[in-house]
């Protein structure tokens, strides 16, 4: 968590001036869903308030939880009416929008907490494991089975789920060892890699496990 106080001027105490201090903010660690983005159905001209204190019990909007804090709620005026993936984690570097930001501060097991898949159900498209890539250590040389099927209970990589379905898995070789993104949510155009086909809002939307609408 971070700890954050602010000071608001000078006051009084046993006859000296002393700096005057708003009460300690507790930002949240990311530990739930609560903290993933949330996509909002906004209207053209209507001003929101999104919450920067991440102490709201509606987000991803202010619900005044933030007084005494020192933080402040961002006013944002959308200039259409659609669906745009709103930040929760609060760690995002262009508010209010999701950057991506809470996979970074999870680390490499993001998708592992909350992909719950559904193994062993036919498929003709892809079911989305994850709405989040999975950051995977590879090893050079190694050929690799990435799941396309979504059904794998060992995502991102095949367990033979495919076989009840129409879609089989993507064999790559690692070219060196390090860490990649591989996609979760089977929708990437660039298998197995993640493409940031994730942001879009009907991947993010769609249910763990069931393909996207």
């Known amino acids: 968590a971070v700890v954050s106080t602010q000071s608001t001027g000078m006051k009084m105490l046993n006859g000296r001036l002393v700096a005057r201090t708003l009460s300690t903010v507790v930002r949240p660690q990311i530990e739930s869903n609560r903290n993933i983005p949330k996509p909002c159905s906004v209207e053209a001209n209507k001003t929101y308030k999104w919450c920067t204190c991440g102490q709201t019990k509606e987000q991803p909007f202010c619900d005044g939880s933030h007084r005494g804090s020192g933080f402040v709620p961002l006013k944002w005026t959308p200039e259409k009416s659609e669906k745009v993936l709103l930040c929760c984690c609060k ?42 890539p999975h950051y995977t250590d590879l090893k050079e040389g190694k050929t690799y089975m ?68």
């Open 91 to 132: 760690n995002t570097n262009n508010p209010p929008f999701c950057d991506m930001s809470h996979i970074k501060v999870l680390g490499n097991n993001f998708a592992g907490r909350f992909s719950k898949p559904a193994p062993g159900k036919p498929v003709d498209k892809p079911l989305v494991a994850g709405r989040n």
């Open 146 to 213: 990435w799941c396309a099927c979504g059904a794998s209970t060992h995502q991102p990589f095949c367990d033979s789920s495919h076989t009840r379905g129409n879609l089989t898995p993507v064999a790559f070789t690692a070219e060196k060892s390090k860490a990649r993104w591989l996609c979760m949510c089977k929708q990437t155009k660039d298998p197995p890699y993640c493409d940031g086909s994730h942001l879009d809002v009907e991947v993010q939307t769609a249910k763990e496990g069931q393909p996207v609408s």
